[in-house]
C-alpha cells in the first residue's frame, strides 16, 4: 500500500510539473489574432518553438481531445495521456486512442488561403509495422478532395508529425476541411497508436 501510494504522489507529481513547465513555456510566447474572410478569428502563437518550428499556430476545435465525441466521428477511444511539450493550453489532460482498425474524423473546419499545412502528435507503439494512416478531405465548390498520408508508428514514444499539407481547391479563398486518423496496421496488436494536439498552420505560405 505505501509502495503504490508513493507511486500515485510521484506520477501526480510529475503531471503537476509538466503542467507548470507548459504554462511556463507558453506564457513566454505571445499570442496574436489572425483573420480570413469568410472562417472565424484565430488567435495564433508560436506552439511549437521548443520544437524548432518557429512559425504561428492554432488548434483544431477539440483537436487536442479533451472532450469526449465533440466534432469527432468514427470507432476510437481516450487516453488520459497528453502530449509531453504539453503545447496546448485548452488541452492538456488526454488523447486519441486508435487500436488497429479504428478511425476518428474531425468535423468541417473552414479554412482561407495560406492557411495550407497542419502538424500534430502521434505516440507509436514500438512494434515494426504499425501504420498512421492521415485523411485529408477538403470541400468547397469545386468539389471535394481527399488526400491520403501514411506515417510509420513503429517507433515508440511521442514525436512530432512531418508537416501535412492542405491542398488549395477553392477559386473563392475559403474551404472546408476535415482530417481523418486511422491506425492501419495490418495485424492484431495490442499496441495502440495515440494521437494529440491537431494544429493548423496559417502562416507558412507566407514565411516562404
Not at 144 to 166: E, F, I, M, N
Not at 179 to 186: H, L, Q, S
Request: proline letters at 5%; a neutral charge; charged letters at 15%.
Amino acid at each position: 500500500m505505501r509502495r503504490f501510494t508513493a507511486m500515485l504522489i510521484a506520477s501526480v507529481a510529475a503531471v503537476t510539473a509538466g503542467l507548470a513547465g507548459a504554462s511556463t513555456a507558453q506564457a513566454a510566447g505571445t499570442d496574436s489574432t489572425h483573420a480570413v474572410s469568410g472562417c472565424p478569428v484565430r488567435t495564433t502563437s508560436p506552439m511549437l518553438s521548443r520544437l524548432g518550428d518557429s512559425n504561428e499556430y492554432f488548434p483544431v476545435p477539440n483537436g487536442g481531445f479533451a472532450l469526449w465525441g465533440a466534432g469527432r466521428n468514427g470507432i476510437y477511444s481516450l487516453a488520459l495521456e497528453n502530449e509531453p511539450w504539453y503545447v496546448n493550453r485548452a488541452a492538456l489532460t488526454g488523447s486519441l486512442r486508435l487500436w488497429p482498425g479504428d478511425s476518428t474524423r474531425t468535423a468541417e473546419l473552414c479554412v482561407g488561403e495560406g492557411e495550407d499545412s497542419f502538424r500534430f502528435f502521434y505516440k507509436g507503439t514500438g512494434q515494426v509495422g504499425s501504420r498512421l494512416l492521415v485523411r485529408t478531405t477538403v470541400r468547397s465548390e469545386t468539389g471535394t478532395y481527399t488526400y491520403g498520408t501514411t506515417l510509420d508508428a513503429s517507433r515508440a514514444g511521442w514525436q512530432l508529425s512531418p508537416v501535412v499539407p492542405v491542398p488549395n481547391h477553392a477559386t473563392d479563398t475559403v474551404q472546408q476541411l476535415s482530417i481523418a486518423f486511422v491506425n492501419t496496421t495490418p495485424f492484431d496488436s495490442v499496441r495502440t497508436i495515440l494521437v494529440d494536439d491537431v494544429l493548423i498552420d496559417p502562416w507558412r505560405s507566407r514565411n516562404g
